[in-house]
């Protein structure tokens, strides 16, 4: 039988970043949406579940531009495992990681340390779905 169905439960954030779990879920669904080749159901649904751990979130200082101007560095990393429903072995098990560089000043996409958390729960996201679609591409 041909994979078709996705779970996605909440990722588990085992950060103090409050609030991150759904940010980095939303974006990981939202990914697998866009990407359309699989759907996102719930468990009891689906032929695969990702289930993943934030493990970290880091927010760095880079560099003084200037005086007033200060770039960061937001950084996320977590470990994630694709699980088929009717085995319940996980086929992989993985860690991912991505950053944002992002200096407060006027302009520019990202802005904020909020900004830059939702970037790169976004480029995880896409991360994430080349990952699991690699192994049904073959």
Do not use: H
Not at 50 to 63: A, D, F, N, P, V
């Amino acid at each position: 039988a041909a994979v078709s169905k996705i779970a996605i439960p909440t990722f588990d954030n085992q950060t103090f970043q409050y609030g991150l779990a759904e940010t980095l879920t939303n974006s990981v669904v939202e990914q697998f949406l866009l990407d359309g080749r699989l759907k996102v159901v719930g468990e009891k649904e689906a032929d695969l579940i990702l289930r993943g751990k934030i493990t970290q979130y880091l927010k760095e200082t880079l560099s003084e531009v200037s005086m007033d101007l200060t770039e960061y560095r937001v950084r996320l990393e977590i470990s994630v495992a694709l699980i088929p429903t009717k085995d319940g072995k996980a086929l992989w098990e993985k860690k991912v990681e991505e950053a944002t560089t992002y200096t407060p000043t006027e302009g520019g996409e990202v802005q904020t340390e909020s900004d830059a958390v939702r970037e790169t729960g976004r480029k995880i996201a896409k991360d994430l779905v080349n990952l699991v679609m690699e192994g049904w591409e073959r």
